[in-house]
């Protein structure tokens, strides 16, 4: 099969299209482009402008503050049912978040006191057992007498 018999895939055909669309060649193309610049100046405009700038600025701002609103009205409704909030889960996670850490460091503390406890026996049991093995200088000086 060669590759003009193919079919050609979904994606090399609308970039096809919208290269046909805008180009300055057809009809489209050239009111693509004169819309284009058009918008180009009116945005360019628009972001120049101290009342675009502080109508814009102005409805940010409620948004926000809106957000802010619905979700203490959402905690405050969540408390009155008695069920937890978004930010008493988030405080739940960091302390339990926390005491993992503090579980986690206990954890590796208690195993080297473990070890050192296996080293000092270790140490402690093989130091009778030398005595025991080494007959005590006594009982050696008696041996050759009796």
């Not at 940010?60 to 008493?88: G, H, V, W, Y």
């Amino acid at each position: 099969m060669t590759s003009s018999s193919r079919p050609k895939g979904l994606l090399t055909r609308g970039l096809k299209l919208v290269g046909r669309l805008t180009s300055p060649e057809t009809r489209s193309g050239q009111l693509f482009a004169k819309a284009e610049a058009r918008l180009t100046q009116v945005t360019s405009k628009l972001s120049e402008s101290p009342t675009w700038l502080r109508v814009s600025g102005g409805l940010m701002r409620r948004r926000f503050n809106l957000r802010i609103r619905r979700q203490s009205l959402q905690e405050k409704a969540l408390q009155a049912l008695r069920l937890p909030a978004t930010s008493d889960v988030e405080a739940m996670r960091d302390q339990v978040r926390r005491l993992n850490n503090q579980v986690e460091a206990l954890g590796s503390q208690l195993e080297l006191v473990v070890e050192l406890l296996e080293k000092q026996e270790q140490r402690s049991t093989k130091a009778p057992r030398s005595r025991e093995e080494s007959p005590p200088l006594e009982s050696a000086a008696r041996r050759p007498g009796t």
